[in-house]
């Protein structure tokens, strides 16, 4: 039963999709254009709605709320942390060693244009470090990629589920225009999943054998058998849970891929075109890791060509052109340095590919 309707940024409504998934301990290391997160969960700790929510901690870096989630995690706790790019890019080390050790927490980062500081605007440039494995290693991320405020109140609990049912971390991303973004939603009034952490987690060794988290495996044989099951869990994940939706793609000749902000601004295009009698439809990726590389495939088959829109200079962009193979045609449109393309840029790449009549 959902609650009332309220209105709010999508990092407030991030924060409370957290909370009503049973969030336990939060650890802040504030960033714009993320800071509402750690504003919001600072305001919540010790509200009698979240009873689940036992600590909030405001660490000194990044890399101190990233190791502190790892050992919040260790104990069976429903962990998380917020960032934005510069933040993220300096968790990748320790996201490869929760990976390693097979932790499961949230990670939201709020994407920022770059390199490097860049500005406060809106891209995607995160994608790459967030789907292939940004730290070293052979890792994956479960990674969810809402396009509204009402998904970014419910993706937490999806994104909870699914890093305890792999055992791995998962990562909401999203970009600065999601984050800050204010709209009429419906904060889901969940009851928590309970998860049965008793054969792994470090909830003290009384009466039974200790368990070991770690990602350091000095044997060789013992490394490669590890590695190999996280290869088996990984592909697992691929199989059962990719995630997507498609809009008009029925009957569309072409189809605009697109994730996040970009996937709105997309829809309005194919409203307005199929009102005019041009078949463009929409795929949008809702886990960007698993990529939805088969129905990609499938819709391929069928003789759709493609565009491609984002927020970066083609990123996701590899992904669909492996998704769909050779000789299917596949075009980008990209914006980057905090500029969101406009229903006319997108429309004026159709007519330039003359899918839209001039």
């Given at each position: ?38 504003e919001t969960l600072a305001k919540e700790f010790g509200s009698s709605k979240y009873p689940d929510y036992k600590f909030f901690l405001q660490a000194a870096s990044e ?204 829809k309005g295009v194919v409203n307005s075109q199929r009102r005019r009698g041009v078949k463009v439809g929409l795929f949008r990726p809702i886990t960007v890791w698993p ?68």
């Open positions: 039963m959902a609650k009332q309707r309220v209105y709010l940024k999508g990092n407030e409504a991030v924060a409370y999709g957290a909370l009503e998934a049973g969030l336990n301990a939060y650890f802040a290391y504030p960033i714009t254009p993320s800071s509402e997160i750690p890399l101190e709320a990233v190791n502190m989630v790892i050992g919040a995690a260790s104990a069976g706790a429903r962990a998380m942390t917020a960032t934005s790019s510069p933040g993220f890019s300096l968790k990748q080390e320790a996201l490869s060693y929760a990976a390693g050790m097979e932790l499961p927490f949230l990670v939201v980062d709020i994407c920022r244009a770059g390199p490097g500081l860049g500005n406060l605007g809106p891209e995607q440039s995160d994608y790459f470090q967030s789907t292939k494995g940004g730290g070293h290693g052979n890792y994956r991320l479960i990674v969810l990629a809402p396009a509204s405020v009402q998904e970014m109140a419910l993706f937490p609990r999806i994104a909870f589920d699914l890093a305890f049912k792999y055992r791995n971390p998962a990562l909401i991303l999203a970009d600065s225009f999601i984050g800050q973004l204010k709209e009429d939603v419906e904060v889901p009034d969940f009851k928590p999943t309970p998860y049965d952490v008793s054969s792994w987690a470090t909830t003290g060794a009384k009466n039974r054998p200790p368990h070991v988290l770690n990602s350091l495996e000095l044997d060789l044989q013992k490394h490669y058998k590890h590695i190999g099951a996280m290869l088996e869990k990984y592909k697992q994940v691929e199989e059962k849970e990719a995630l997507y939706e498609k809009y008009q793609t029925e009957g569309a000749e072409t189809i605009i891929v697109a994730f996040g902000i970009a996937a709105r601004v997309a990529f939805p590389k088969k129905e990609l495939r499938r819709l391929a088959s069928e003789g759709k060509r493609f565009l491609v829109v984002e927020l970066n200079t083609g990123q996701m962009l590899e992904d669909v052109k492996l998704a769909v193979g050779d000789g299917v045609t596949v075009d980008f449109l990209g914006r980057w340095g905090g500029i969101v393309p406009t229903e006319s840029d997108i429309e004026s790449k159709l007519r330039r590919l003359e899918v839209v009549a001039v």
